[in-house]
């Protein structure tokens, strides 16, 4: 059980141009999404908290009008990359909690996806 | 200082040997402790899950919570070579703040 998938896995892209990623939980209900990003041979780094049915709120330095998220429903929540540029370039991961059961706080990591923006 | 103190290795030992892997934090709020297991290029996957100080075991996996000392620690016995990988310590305050807070991670190698 608490499997997250990841899509796309990989992307290039062309400088400029908008990617969306999704992220879903495949078998419970994700009242809570977080997307992360990762640079090689670093920690993640927290980008943005998403509870369904309301805005995500942005870690510092994140800007929320170039990372667009949308959690529209307990088991999806998406991330739009808009305008992307190589420094965007990026292991974006996401991860799906639920608050019902026991282990409440635990995060259930998708596979992630790799963006390469040329 | 950081809050979660993590070693980043790399941890380099033979197949067979005892690992341990170690993490410090400086905030006394953090009430649940996870281990999380990095393959290259993949996403994390949650090792062991502890909320109150003691050892909790998981096969070849033992987690260890000392909270007085703000200590925790990950072992794992007869390692393979499958768990070459970054192993990443987090850690959460209890109440309604969800988010982790990571360690570095740890590299480890395990040589056949």
């Known amino acids: 059980g608490a499997v997250v998938s990841q899509h796309p896995s990989w992307v290039i892209c062309k400088s400029g141009t908008s990617v969306k990623i999704e992220c879903r939980s495949l078998d419970f209900q994700a009242t809570t999404m977080f997307w992360y990003r990762q640079f090689p041979k670093q920690s993640l780094m927290l980008m943005a908290t998403?509870?369904?049915?309301?805005?995500?709120?942005?870690e510092q330095g994140v800007e929320k009008d170039k990372f667009l998220i949308n959690h529209a429903s307990l088991t999806l929540s998406t991330l739009t990359v808009t305008s992307a540029h190589p420094e965007d370039s990026s292991f974006y991961i996401c991860?799906?909690?639920?608050?019902?059961?026991?282990?409440?706080?635990?995060?259930?990591f998708g596979p992630g996806t790799r963006l390469l923006v040329l | 200082q950081k809050e979660v103190e993590q070693d980043p290795g790399p941890l380099s030992v033979p197949e067979g040997a005892i690992v341990s892997l170690n993490c410090t934090y400086s905030?006394?709020?953090?009430?649940?402790f996870m281990w999380y297991r990095q393959y290259s290029r993949k996403g994390p996957e949650l090792l062991m899950y502890t909320y109150s100080s003691g050892n909790k075991e998981d096969g070849r996996f033992t987690a260890q919570v000392d909270k007085s000392s703000k200590y925790i620690s990950l072992f794992i016995r007869d390692s393979q070579p499958s768990d070459s990988a970054t192993y990443l310590c987090?850690?959460?305050?209890?109440?309604?703040?969800?988010?982790?807070?990571w360690g570095l991670g740890t590299s480890l190698a395990v040589n056949p």
């Open positions: 987090a850690m959460i305050e209890a109440g309604n703040n969800r988010k982790l807070i």
């Open positions: 998403s509870n369904e049915g309301s805005k995500a709120t942005y």
């Open positions: 991860s799906a909690q639920t608050h019902l059961g026991v282990r409440q706080e635990t995060q259930y």
């Open positions: 905030n006394s709020a953090f009430q649940y």
